[in-house]
């Protein structure tokens, strides 16, 4: 019933920079906070960003002064900014959005999942 499209993966090398889109449709009544993790071959997923509807953040360690998560409330699109790149970034980024479906639908939570976007940081 929410669907993600997300955006803006590639290639890219060390030092560089990318910008990753995730916009949400659906019946969406109103969401609570979106966010981003990947996943690295090999490697447990862990948390890039996350924001909520109020503008809170939360970036994992590692990422931590080089990402930026920012939303957009009214596109219900989320964005990560990601600047001085590094090979050990390389990962499947996934996008995930939790909130309410609209009345129409019933008004009950929902969380979704985005397919996820590669990233590859190389030389």
């Known amino acids: 019933q929410v669907q993600l499209m997300e955006s803006g993966g590639g290639l890219v090398q060390p030092g560089g920079s990318l910008r990753l889109s995730c916009a949400a449709s659906?019946?969406?009544?109103?969401?609570?906070?979106m966010g981003w993790y990947r996943q690295a071959p090999g490697k447990q997923r862990e948390l890039a960003a996350t924001?909520?509807?109020?503008?809170?953040?939360q970036y994992g360690d590692s990422v931590k002064g080089r990402f930026t998560i920012s939303m957009d409330s009214e596109k219900n699109t989320v964005y990560l900014q990601m600047n001085s790149l590094k090979p050990e970034d390389t990962a499947v980024y996934h996008c995930?959005?939790?909130?309410?479906?609209?009345?129409?639908?019933?008004?009950?939570?929902?969380?979704?999942w985005g397919h996820g976007t590669q990233v590859t940081v190389s030389s």
């Open positions: 924001i909520t509807s109020a503008g809170s953040t």
């Open positions: 995930s959005v939790r909130g309410d479906l609209d009345s129409a639908s019933g008004s009950g939570p929902f969380f979704s």
């Open positions: 659906g019946n969406i009544g109103s969401i609570d906070n």
